[in-house]
T-cell receptor, first 113, second 113 residues
Framework: SQQGEEDPQALSIQEGENATMNCSYKTSINNLQWYRQNSGRGLVHLILIRSNEREKHSGRLRVTLDTSKKSSSLLITASRAADTASYFC?????????????FGKGITLSVRP | DSGVTQTPKHLITATGQRVTLRCSPRSGDLSVYWYQQSLDQGLQFLIQYYNGEERAKGNILERFSAQQFPDLHSELFVSSLELGDSALYFCASNNHRATGELFFGEGARLTVL
């Protein structure tokens, strides 16, 4: 089953605006990751936030994690047309030598030039 | 370039046939994961191997199986193909001592006619 549930399913914004995407999950996690997928291509890891972290930044990306609400958000500031892609959150459980990632269905972001 | 190589990139075949998809993980990665991505089902986890051994399996049909060889490359086998098997199949790899971050290949697009 899909643990990460992203919303909205689709988002269309103007270049220069900020894009906020949300992810909710159901069980405990070790970390949560966001991935990006350009149309028909492989997923690319964007950012990871550990369960004991609340906020993390990487360039124009800001991710937050609220473990009490079991939710995360990904903010892309000053969006560009090149940010147009699908974005997935993945919840991660680490058990010994194993890591279990469960992906949501993704958010389609369209950035209009 | 993620370092994960998948072949073939495209495959067109007929119902009832069997296909083999191949994956070479990043150098040094012991874990290989297979995912299926279709429009209506999102990214579905199929199976994971670690150093030649099956470690986790998703809710997959018996027609789907995989193997990881001593050189760590992996192959996904799908037999008795059905129209619904048409999808993108991704291989990903990671290092078990890390955070679970996955490195994805570019995928194999399977079309069953």
């Amino acid at each position: 089953s899909q643990q990460g549930e992203e919303d909205p399913q689709a988002l269309s914004i103007q270049e220069g605006e900020n894009a906020t995407m949300n992810c909710s999950y159901k069980t405990s996690i070790n970390n949560l990751q966001w991935y990006r997928q350009n149309s028909g291509r492989g997923l690319v890891h964007l950012i990871l936030i550990r369960s004991n972290e609340r906020e993390k930044h990487s360039g124009r990306l800001r991710v937050t994690l609220d473990t009490s609400k079991k939710s995360s958000s990904l903010l892309i500031t000053a969006s560009r047309a090149a940010d147009t892609a699908s974005y997935f959150c993945a919840t991660v459980r680490l058990t010994g030598a194993n890591s279990k990632l469960t992906f949501g269905k993704g958010i389609t972001l369209s950035v209009r030039p | 370039d993620s370092g994960v190589t998948q072949t073939p990139k495209h495959l067109i075949t007929a119902t009832g046939q069997r296909v083999t998809l191949r994956c070479s993980p990043r150098s040094g990665d012991l874990s290989v994961y297979w995912y299926q991505q279709s429009l209506d089902q999102g990214l579905q986890f199929l199976i994971q191997y670690y150093n030649g051994e099956e470690r986790a399996k998703g809710n997959i049909l018996e027609r789907f199986s995989a193997q990881q060889f001593p050189d760590l490359h992996s192959e996904l086998f799908v037999s008795s193909l059905e129209l619904g098997d048409s999808a993108l199949y991704f291989c990903a790899s990671n290092n078990h001592r890390a955070t679970g971050e996955l490195f994805f290949g570019e995928g194999a697009r399977l079309t069953v006619l």
